[in-house]
């Protein structure tokens, strides 16, 4: 197999991922501050206000603040396809994101409907118009690697999501009757197992080989896993509305074969980063180990309330939730991010200013970050928020926590974002001269 | 034309295959050449090297490695 190379000619503006990364930390700051003031009210249930309120300023505003930006900038690069007007695809996808996850915050939080209908409109705006352009992009994109394919599946996976979410959304703000149950746990299903793992599988595939410099993944899982996780979802959803012992059995095949695709990801993932070939230090190889550790564990614990007829305590369905999305998908997100924020603010300086000498190397724009620390601080906040699901007097203590970490993650950003003006300015004004 | 400097790049994370040969053409003498070596084909390298006056030949080895050539364009 020929490795694909990057195609960077057809990257858009620095601006338009840099606009989201810079967002999304301060919605995860929102979700900490919410979780430090509520305290153990906000742990008491995962269907309490204030939890679902925190939930999705982190799905929302965080999870796919980042993924709608860093697609936006990799599909692009990744296909070689040009991404048309940018700027606007960008402002259109951006501004009704955050608008949308503040009004749905402000929903849960105050359960105005007025607030829920703001919601729905800007989240639906935001969604339909990243949709439309990933499905114009994707499809002229000929010849679909498997990362392409992560993206095809993520996006039909959005989709779902996102009508999930407005049924819901309509349902709480009152006047449509629903069956409330099964859509409020395939609702997180579509979004979490789906969105987001179908596209982390996706970019893991092409970034873990090229940034971690490992071997590639086994054709077998690269070709299979991404539709066969697809169609276990669907398999799910079905079983949730088929009546009997049949929806019940096919709901927790589903389930074990969501759970042992999910493991085998993990393992090999794992496998793949013990054997890089370049054994220097790495921040962001301790992030995705921790992040696919947890991954591994919360895989194992989902399989607990599909084995028990009596069901689990609320403590260990809390527990599980924040083991895959504080824990697992921020771990990796971040992960991703470390490589991906100082590798663009290098790039494009680069292009623009090739022969002046002035700028400062991917390490030493990465060095800046003290990301060793941070990612200390990320595993203490996790274990302290998981903690918490059982000792909820800790909720306090997670918020934080976790407010400290959201903090140092806008500031390493930020830091990005100055290095790439200050150079911009000086390169300018040697130019001039 | 013999081959003047070779870069093995293959252990090394992106951007670093990229700042390594950008530091390397600066002191490129006109008639000297860069052998890079590769496992991947650095596409992002192209358009630099055509707007810098460099030429390059890229050849897909045997042994799944790429081989860059790079040398100064006589004309510039």
Not at chain 1, 83 to 90: D, G, I, M, Q, T
Not at chain 1, 226 to 245: C, E
Not at chain 2, 7 to 16: A, G, H, I, Q, T
Request: aromatic share 10%.
């Amino acid at each position: 197999m020929i490795p694909i190379g990057l195609s960077f000619q057809q990257a858009p503006p620095i601006s338009v991922p840099f606009r989201f990364f810079l967002t999304a930390p301060l919605f995860l700051l929102a979700a900490a501050a919410l979780l430090f003031a509520q305290g153990p009210d906000l742990m008491a249930s995962r269907h309490s206000a204030a939890a679902l309120a925190a939930t999705h300023l982190l799905t929302l505003g965080f999870t796919s603040m980042i993924m709608c930006g860093a697609l936006l900038q990799l599909l692009p690069v990744l296909g070689g396809v040009p991404l048309a007007h940018p700027v606007r695809v960008a402002w259109l996808v951006h501004a009704p994101l955050v608008a949308g996850t503040i009004c749905l915050a402000m929903a849960f939080m105050s359960g105005h409907a007025l607030f829920f209908h703001l919601a729905l409109g800007f989240l639906s705006m935001a969604f339909g118009c990243f949709g439309l352009w990933l499905v114009g992009a994707l499809r002229k994109i000929r010849e679909g690697g498997a990362s392409i394919q992560g993206m095809r599946a993520a996006l039909a996976a959005l989709t779902v999501t996102v009508a999930f979410g407005l049924i819901l959304a309509a349902a709480r703000s009152g006047g449509l009757a629903i069956p409330y149950v099964p859509l409020s746990a395939l609702h997180p299903l579509w979004g979490l197992g789906g969105w987001t793992t179908l596209l982390i599988l996706g970019l893991a595939y092409q970034l873990i080989p090229m940034f971690q410099l490992t071997a590639h993944y086994p054709v077998r899982m690269t070709s299979r896993l991404i539709p066969a996780l697809f169609l276990l979802l669907t398999g799910k959803t079905l079983g949730a509305f088929v009546p009997g012992s049949a929806g019940q059995a096919l709901s927790i095949a589903a389930s074990l074969g969501l759970v042992a695709g999910n493991l085998w990801f993990a393992a090999v993932t794992w496998q793949l980063l013990s054997r890089r070939r370049r054994k220097v230090p790495d921040t962001t190889l301790q992030f995705w180990r921790l992040g696919i550790g947890l991954l591994a564990l919360s895989a194992c614990m989902a399989l607990l309330p599909e084995l028990m007829d009596d069901g689990l305590p609320e403590s260990w369905l809390l527990m599980l939730g924040v083991c895959v999305l504080p824990g697992f998908i921020l771990c990796v997100i971040q992960g991703m991010l470390y490589k991906i924020v100082p590798f663009l603010t290098w790039f494009h300086l680069q292009s623009a200013y090739p022969g002046l000498g002035i700028v400062p190397n991917v390490r030493d724009i990465h060095a800046r970050f003290h990301a060793d620390r941070q990612l200390a601080l990320l595993a203490v906040a996790i274990a302290t928020l998981a903690a918490s699901s059982w000792f909820p007097q800790l909720a306090r203590v997670a918020g934080l926590l976790w407010m400290i970490h959201a903090a140092w993650l806008e500031i390493n950003v930020l830091q990005a974002a100055h290095i790439f003006r200050r150079v911009h300015r000086v390169a300018r004004m040697r130019t001039a001269h | 034309m013999t081959v003047d400097l070779t870069l093995d790049v293959r252990d090394l994370e992106p951007p670093e295959p990229l700042e390594k040969v950008l530091e390397a053409l600066c002191v490129l003498e006109p008639g000297q050449r860069i052998r890079m070596i590769h496992h991947r084909e650095p596409h992002p390298l192209y358009p630099i090297l055509q707007r810098e006056g460099f030429r390059h030949d890229t050849h897909f080895t045997d042994d799944g490695i790429f081989e860059i050539l790079i040398w100064r364009s006589p004309s510039r």
